[in-house]
T-cell receptor
């Protein structure tokens, strides 16, 4: 299995509180992604990174920020959690070649109450 | 806008039969197309990748076809087994797009014994 882990696996938080999810990889892959997955919407890209300190927005980035200070870690922060951010969050990594697959973490189930 | 469509209805087939799943796309010229499997509560797992200049790819009981004229990929599982029951996701990648994958919503497959 590819070396990618997410933490925490489950979290319940209150509306208005900040939350940080962590993605850690041991594959030295250049690209890292944060997705959320909701019924009826599939996987939607929140933010991605194409290198250390190089990040960009995805299609649903409002209310989220990211940081990548080293190759192996990609952090996703919900600045002030809202109930609409209740979801399952997946981190993925991908090598530099175009014909490479993405490897996913186990997911984080976040509930905002 | 870019759009990817997969069979929205669940596919139910009998064990031993061939399952065929469809992925259609519009307004897009993918360089690569990938298929993933996702089990409940888990992240997607890569199955097969096919390039724009390839017509067909096989791996054991799996076969993928790619028709850039029809803008369609077909995913076949031959001699299906109950263990093949899962959701199958199609993902497209354009060349030079920071390796971002655009995802379909997935098709749920149930193989009945």
């Amino acid at each position: 299995d590819a070396g990618i882990t997410q933490s925490p696996r489950h979290k319940v938080t209150e509306t208005g509180t900040p939350v940080t999810l962590r993605c850690h990889q041991t594959e030295n892959h250049r690209y890292m992604y944060w997705y959320r997955q909701d019924p009826g919407h599939g996987l939607r890209l929140i933010h991605y990174s194409y290198g250390v300190k190089d990040t960009d927005k995805g299609e649903v980035s409002d209310g989220y920020s990211v940081s990548r200070s080293k190759t192996e870690d990609f952090l996703l922060t919900l600045e002030s959690a809202t109930s609409s951010q209740t979801s399952v969050y997946f981190c993925a990594i991908k090598g530099s070649g175009g014909d490479t697959e993405a490897f996913f973490g186990q997911g984080t189930r976040l509930t905002v109450v | 806008s870019q759009k990817i469509e997969q069979n929205s209805e669940a596919l139910n087939i009998q064990e031993g039969k061939t399952a065929t799943l469809t992925c259609n796309y519009t307004n897009y010229s993918p360089a690569y197309l990938q298929w993933y499997r996702q089990d409940p509560g888990r992240g997607p797992v890569f199955l097969l990748l096919i390039r724009e200049n390839e017509k067909e790819k096989r791996k054991e009981r799996l076969k993928v076809t790619f028709d850039t004229t029809l803008k369609q990929s077909l995913f076949h599982i031959t001699a299906s087994q109950p263990a093949d029951s899962a959701t199958y996701l199609c993902a497209l990648e354009r060349a030079g797009n920071n390796r971002k994958l655009i995802w379909g919503l997935g098709t749920s497959l149930a193989v009945n014994p």
